[in-house]
């Protein structure tokens, strides 16, 4: 059933146990949430001391969705990630180091310098990079499982959409194809309540989650907060995808804390709405539910800004790419590599691979 | 060898790819069950099955955008645009996703979009256009234009067999009008320019229809020898072939079917000004349709897409320079 959550409302009660997951499993989610935050923070600072070029894009208090829909993903699902959702790049295994120098331009970037911010997907841990024409990687996603159904294959595609994102034309084309042809794939619509400065009741009259049923497929709305609610709700839409019983529409409902981008001081949001949000932070969450469980989450935050020092300090030290490769690799020579697979840290799936 | 039309030679070469390699299918609004607005893919379905050659819905921004999807897990989608008017609902795919894919992350797009294009039947201003220009222009996609037979059938199998986003402009008015003897199997055609008709006197760039309508027109232009130049593949654009017209004819015509300004042919005008400048005994002359929509109505299409007039006047008045 979906999770109703909207501003203004009490955040739903974290339930105590949703079956699926180990502890090493949420202690997982909860040290890529830290990653995601760490890293985009320490980008943050680099950008303010003009290491970073261009703009710089986070997802502060969206780290729930990113980290929760990756999470249930598998090894050989194919992903198109946004901007606001770092730690799905995290989960599949992308090292911060690479991700900083991505930031700031460098060779070592996962783009070689090709590509600023989180415009990058590693072809190798199964990941295509999203493009600025929002939501273009719906369709991409779409053609993605329509291949894994035309030859077999229980796989599935998942990619993250805005609020802002719904209104052009490609999510539309998506859903509908998707629904037509039954395919495997996830749609999680972050909804962070702002695309840029425009506010939900600019963009459409009807709740974008109902319009799945429309499409006819199921769309179900969760705590965009809560990593483990994220994370469940995926594991079922992917379940669904792999029965063949098609495609599922997630609305994660969060707050966009930061502005559209290191420039935008969102003076056009109510302050109280931003404080009231904060008091929902998935970070904070995360961390009640796991002290509630005993582990020892300082220790891990310890470790995980340790990381972030040494990725950072590499990162800095590591060279920018060389002017003379500017030119390089505009069309493919020779035969395509294939994507990879990613990581799949799940516990579920060593179950799952027992199965096989 | 077997004589064939323009179109039964691209119905030919896809067969073989579909036959040859599984990862190739076919896509598009009414290619399976009704064959293809213009018949490409007739029978197909029977062959291949409703997977391989697939119905899709009305939505080219979705047709290009899955193709990408699947061609990035494998795939090697063959699209069809109804018209290639329609690719401008698909464009931000092409231009943005597919185009600058394999710069920005090394990541291959094989996909090949068969752009079902030109005018010169009243199809007006929706199915007639030339949108060549508007992909050259973008970096990333590959440019074929065959104006024969043989070439359609090997540059079609190129386009399906090379790793990139390739649009495949196939002239409508080509398809029934223009037969030759076609290779029997697979072949590939190279991705370069072929002299049409040789000479020394001066020569005429073209492609696509528009290499018919320059043979026709300088084929008995007052006993001068007319060069007839078919470029085959815009992107890459085979400069050296270029350069080697105009240096043993020292005279140019450019021609465009397409709106004038930023046409292909332009693209050659500057290459030649910049490149051949010193062979040239007179101006790089081009002739082009206006930048004007391709009118519905036939006395004024016909005063709007070049005609062999034009280009046997074009060709005097520079032979007179």
């Given at each position: ?75 050989r699902d194919r ?64 053609g993605m499982a329509m291949a894994f159904k035309m030859r077999g294959e229980a796989r599935c595609a ?23 042809q039954?395919l495997p ?57 792999l029965?063949g ?93 294939p994507l ?17 | ?20 390699d599984e990862r190739v299918f ?22 291949f099955g409703?997977e391989r050659?697939m ?11 899955t193709?990408?999807g699947a061609a990035v897990v494998g795939m090697r989608p ?244």
């Amino acid at each position: 059933m979906a999770t109703e959550v909207r501003p203004g409302t009490e955040p739903t009660a974290i339930p105590s146990d949703l079956g699926q997951l180990s502890s090493a499993d949420r202690m997982a989610l909860m040290r890529h949430m830290l990653l995601m935050r760490g890293i985009e923070e320490r980008a943050m600072s680099l950008y303010r001391q003009g290491k970073v070029p261009g703009s710089f894009y986070d997802g502060y208090g969206q780290e729930a969705i990113s980290a929760g829909a990756a999470f249930a993903m598998g090894p050989r699902d194919r992903l198109c990630i946004l901007h606001r959702d770092l730690a799905a790049h995290l989960v599949r295994g992308v090292s911060p180091v690479r991700i900083l120098a991505q930031y700031m331009g460098r060779a070592g970037g996962v783009t070689e310098g090709r590509e600023g911010n989180v415009h990058f997907g590693d072809p190798e841990l199964g990941c295509v990079g999203m493009v600025s024409m929002l939501p273009d990687m719906m369709l991409v996603a779409t053609g993605m499982a329509m291949a894994f159904k035309m030859r077999g294959e229980a796989r599935c595609a998942i990619t993250w959409v805005g609020d802002g994102a719904t209104s052009r034309g490609d999510f539309h084309e998506a859903l509908n194809w998707a629904a037509v042809q039954r395919l495997p794939v996830i749609f999680v619509l972050e909804n962070n309540q702002y695309a840029y400065s425009t506010p939900l009741a600019l963009q459409f009259a009807v709740d974008p989650v109902e319009r799945a049923r429309a499409y006819g497929f199921p769309g179900e709305r969760v705590d965009g907060n809560d990593v483990e609610a994220v994370f469940e709700a995926t594991r079922r839409a992917r379940e669904r995808a792999l029965a063949g019983a098609g495609p599922t529409l997630i609305e994660a409902v969060t707050m966009r804390m930061h502005g559209h981008a290191a420039h935008d001081d969102m003076r056009y949001v109510p302050t109280a709405l931003v404080e009231e949000w904060r008091e929902r932070d998935p970070i904070d969450r995360q961390e009640r539910r796991l002290a509630g469980l005993g582990v020892d989450v300082a220790a891990l935050r310890e470790q995980v800004s340790e990381e972030i020092a040494q990725a950072a300090a590499q990162a800095l030290d590591s060279p920018m790419p060389d002017p003379a490769s500017a030119g390089e690799g505009v069309f493919c020579v020779g035969e395509p590599q294939p994507l990879g697979d990613g990581l799949a840290p799940w516990s579920g799936f060593d179950a799952e691979a027992d199965d096989a | 060898m077997p004589e064939l039309t323009y179109l039964q030679a691209i119905s030919d070469g896809l067969r073989e790819e579909m036959r040859a390699d599984e990862r190739v299918f076919v896509m598009g609004e009414d290619v399976g069950a009704f064959g293809g607005a213009f018949k490409v893919t007739d029978g197909f379905q029977e062959e291949f099955g409703t997977e391989r050659v697939m119905d899709t819905p009305l939505a080219e921004s979705g047709i290009v955008g899955t193709a990408v999807g699947a061609a990035v897990v494998g795939m090697r989608p063959v699209c069809e645009m109804q018209f290639a008017d329609f690719i401008s609902c698909g464009f931000d795919q092409l231009v943005n996703v597919a185009g600058k894919m394999h710069y920005r992350q090394r990541l291959a797009v094989p996909i090949t979009i068969r752009l079902p294009s030109g005018g010169g039947f009243s199809g007006g201003p929706f199915h007639s256009q030339n949108p060549e220009a508007w992909f050259m222009h973008a970096p990333g996609i590959k440019v074929l234009a065959p104006a024969t037979a043989e070439d359609a059938k090997g540059l079609l199998s190129a386009a399906i067999r090379d790793p990139n986003p390739v649009c495949f402009l196939e002239h409508k008015n080509l398809y029934r009008r223009v037969k030759g003897e076609v290779p029997e199997g697979r072949y590939v055609t190279e991705m370069k320019a072929r002299v049409a008709r040789p000479g020394s006197d001066l020569v005429v760039i073209a492609h696509g229809a528009m290499v018919w309508s320059a043979l026709e027109a300088t084929d008995d232009l007052d006993g001068a020898s007319i060069e007839v130049l078919d470029l085959r593949s815009l992107v890459p654009l085979d400069e050296q072939a270029i350069l080697d017209s105009v240096e043993r004819c020292s005279k140019v015509v450019v021609v465009d079917e397409a709106n004038a300004t930023c046409a292909a042919g332009a693209q050659v005008a500057a290459l030649i000004a910049e490149r051949g400048f010193e062979h040239l005994d007179g101006p790089v002359v081009r002739v082009a349709a206006p930048d004007v929509p391709i009118p519905f109505s036939p006395p004024l299409e016909r005063a709007v897409l070049p005609q062999p007039e034009d280009i046997r006047e074009a060709c005097r008045e520079l032979l007179a320079y």
